[in-house]
């Protein structure tokens, strides 16, 4: 049985940074694509971040430049660093797990698996 386990959310400050982990297990972790989803209060969930299990990175274009994925397949762990954050940041961060062994593209991802959530409140 996949697990996920998200950490790290929490209120900041505009321009201010948070770190949020996912912590996965059931599963051969090395082999499959993860992600980050975010919903915001009112709005669809939509994906923030990808990484490959090769560790090749997507970003949606409202953080590109801001945030950075990254994995540490010896921890089982994904990472989101989060700068320079943004109001309009404020949602619910899911971590997803990709069902498709060895995705090599976002279009080839299918996430199946997720997280609980972690609040992230950006606000002054």
């Known amino acids: 049985q996949v697990r996920l386990v998200e950490s790290g959310g929490g209120l900041v400050q505009p321009g201010g940074s948070l770190r949020l982990s996912c912590a996965a297990s059931?599963?051969?972790?090395?082999?499959?694509?993860m992600g980050w989803f975010r919903q915001a209060p009112g709005k669809e969930r939509e994906l923030v971040a990808a990484?490959?299990?090769?560790?090749?990175?997507n970003y949606a274009d409202s953080v590109k430049g801001r945030f950075t994925i990254s994995r540490d397949n010896g921890k089982n762990t994904v990472y989101l660093q989060m700068n320079i954050l943004k109001p309009e940041d404020t949602a619910v961060y899911y971590c997803?797990?990709?069902?498709?062994?060895?995705?090599?593209?976002?279009?080839?991802?299918?996430?199946?698996?997720w997280g609980q959530g972690t609040q992230v409140s950006v606000s002054s």
């Open positions: 990484v490959t299990w090769t560790g090749e990175p």
């Open positions: 997803a797990g990709d069902t498709v062994r060895h995705a090599n593209s976002r279009q080839q991802m299918n996430f199946g698996y």
């Open positions: 059931g599963r051969i972790f090395s082999q499959y694509a």
